[in-house]
């Protein structure tokens, strides 16, 4: 089945206690997103990829930092997590620019709740 | 990078037609108009997307005007499994394709 997963869907941790999320699609897309989304804010852009060590930032890329080693995974990385940062995360992909498609399939997304 | 403008919600009943209109004023030339739909604490999913005038698919339509500075997307009979939120982007393949701008959609509230 095509789809991207995340991992973990729900994480609970303290300020400062690094954390990934795994993001991985089976669809050999090339272009993959992060976005966050809070109550009034819609989903903003966290970072993005073009592809395989392509990545650039999205609108709210401060406090995140992301890697594109392989084409299906883009992991999320926290360094030292705050508070402002409890959040819902979505994981997307897309066929890209060699696909000829923009259309964005989204993960399950990842609840995390920074104490 | 152009940005839209939604109402932030609608009501509607069950087996009326829902009109959703989205303006993007400042929509380039390239640009393409999609639209998502989102159930709560689920991604968003494609609905349709569209460069002018009319496209239709299985689910909905999507109108777009000569001068593109808005587009209106239309879901017919909506039922209580249509309430979501519908997001409106401008931007895609080929030329504007890396940021994407969801902004905070229309809450589609649809009652029995």
């Known amino acids: 089945e095509a789809q991207v997963t995340q991992n973990p869907r729900y994480l609970i941790t303290v300020t400062g206690k690094k954390l990934t999320v795994t993001c991985s699609q089976n669809?050999?897309?090339?272009?993959m997103s992060w976005y966050r989304q809070d109550p009034g804010l819609g989903l903003r852009q966290i970072y993005y990829?073009?592809?395989?060590?392509?990545?650039d930032k999205g609108d709210v890329p401060e406090g995140y930092k992301v890697s594109r080693k392989e084409k299906r995974n883009f992991p999320l990385i926290l360094e030292s997590p705050s508070p402002n940062q409890t959040s819902l995360y979505f994981c997307?992909?897309?066929?890209?620019?060699?696909?000829?498609?923009?259309?964005?399939?989204f993960g399950p997304g990842t609840r995390l709740t920074v104490l | 990078l152009a940005k839209t403008t939604q109402p932030i919600s609608m009501d509607s009943y069950e087996g009326q037609e829902v009109n959703i209109t989205c303006s993007h004023n400042?929509?380039?030339?390239?640009?393409?108009i999609t639209w998502y739909q989102q159930f709560p604490s689920q991604g968003p999913r494609f609905i349709i997307q569209?460069?002018?005038t009319k496209v239709t698919n299985e689910v909905a339509s999507l109108f777009i005007p000569a001068d593109r500075k808005s587009s209106t997307l239309s879901l017919p009979r909506v039922s209580l499994s249509d309430t979501a939120v519908y997001y409106c982007?401008?931007?895609?393949?080929?030329?504007?394709?890396?940021?994407?701008?969801f902004g905070s959609g229309t809450k589609l509230n649809v009652k029995p």
């Open positions: 569209g460069y002018k």
């Open positions: 400042n929509i380039a030339t390239n640009d393409y």
């Open positions: 669809m050999n897309h090339e272009y």
């Open positions: 982007l401008v931007g895609g393949v080929p030329y504007n394709f890396n940021k994407f701008y």
């Open positions: 997307a992909s897309s066929p890209g620019l060699a696909g000829g498609s923009d259309t964005q399939y």
């Open positions: 990829s073009m592809n395989v060590e392509v990545t």
